[in-house]
């Protein structure tokens, strides 16, 4: 199974800072990995697919970047309305699997 | 509008059956792979299964392989995730999702929560 693994677990930022988050493969996922974002009680959303693909209606604020075993997701400016957790999903192979996600916290 | 409504969740004790159920609307179901995605309390996110198109293959995360099943009716919509010999660890809330190879998990449910207590 592909191992998934996101840093930092949580972060603390404020509104308008760059924001990044790395997630690591435990093998080549060429460029199959999306991003999520969850809010509390609410269904994830697709953020990211492929990699770098901005998902419909995504804010262009939010980008990402990697290929093989090193992927970032990043928030140019942060802004209220982030404050959630992220996670990284590979779809190179089942069993799919999940990071444990990243929570973005108001510092 | 793209729309997936999760039903069929709640308390049942360990070692019970629970029927999940999806009900899609918005697209061309039968065009699409399916899954079902879940999420203990205050965990992370875990893939459980995908469901092709036609209902001709099927995955499963070991942890549920050989007492959950997945299934569907292109005919009614619906996407189905059968729960046997539910234990304490399957607590979650349970997600259905619209998959593609392309873009992944691209459209969610509201989630149905399955509580396994006694």
């Known amino acids: 199974d592909i191992q998934m693994t996101q840093s930092p677990s949580t972060l603390s930022a404020s509104v308008g800072d760059r924001v990044t988050i790395t997630c690591r493969a435990s093998q080549s996922i060429s460029g199959w990995l999306a991003w999520y974002q969850q809010k509390p009680g609410k269904a994830p959303q697709v953020l990211i697919y492929k990699a770098s693909r901005l998902g419909t209606g995504v804010p262009s604020r939010f980008s990402g970047s990697g290929s093989g075993t090193e992927f970032t997701l990043t928030i140019s400016s942060l802004q209220p309305d982030d404050f959630a957790s992220y996670y990284c999903q590979q779809y190179i192979s089942y069993p799919l699997t999940i990071g444990g996600g990243t929570k973005v916290e108001i510092k | 509008e793209v729309q997936l409504v999760e039903s069929g969740g709640g308390l049942v004790q360990p070692g019970g059956s629970l029927r999940l159920s999806c009900a899609a609307s918005g697209f061309t179901f039968s065009s699409y792979w399916m899954s079902w995605v879940r999420q203990a309390p205050g965990k992370g996110l875990e893939w459980v299964a995908n469901i092709k198109e036609d209902g001709s293959q099927k995955f499963y995360v070991d942890s549920v392989k050989g007492r959950f099943t997945v299934s569907r009716d292109n005919a009614k919509n619906s996407l189905y995730l059968q729960m046997n010999s539910l234990r304490a660890e399957d607590t979650a809330v349970y997600y259905c999702?619209?998959?593609?190879?392309?873009?992944?998990?691209?459209?969610w449910g509201q989630g149905t929560l399955v509580t396994v207590s006694s």
């Open positions: 999702a619209r998959y593609s190879g392309d873009d992944s998990f691209q459209y």
